[in-house]
């Protein structure tokens, strides 16, 4: 479980570093992760979709805390072990490597453009 919180919290400073190069001031970086973590939280399975349309429900596969809240739950309510929720913990990491990856390549860019 400790794994499985690292790993969501890794994903989340990643998201925000990418949202934070995004941003030219600090507040437009509270107005960005508002747009990226609501629609995160309300789709991630905490609350039933099973009434949402088909569209919605497919849209909550690509964001990470929707992996994040399936393995806590598998680990918390049926006592799973690290094999059970290793896809979980696979796409976590996943995300945790794209996000860094564009995070990584928007702060070379900025870097780049106030250099020259």
Aim: hydrophobic share 65%; glycine share 6%; charged share 10%.
């Amino acid at each position: 479980m400790v794994f499985t919180c690292v790993s969501m919290a890794m994903v989340s400073v990643a998201l925000g570093l990418l949202v934070s190069g995004l941003a030219a001031t600090p507040f437009q970086v509270i107005q960005l992760i508002l747009l990226f973590v609501v629609p995160q939280i309300l789709l991630c399975g905490l609350f039933d979709l099973s009434g949402a349309p088909d569209w919605l429900a497919a849209l909550s596969a690509f964001m990470p805390v929707t992996y994040g809240v399936d393995a806590l739950r598998a680990v918390m309510l049926r006592g799973a072990d690290l094999a059970a929720v290793g896809f979980d913990l696979a796409v976590l990491w996943g995300f945790l490597a794209l996000f860094f990856a564009l995070a990584a390549a928007n702060f070379r860019k900025k870097r780049v453009r106030t250099t020259c």
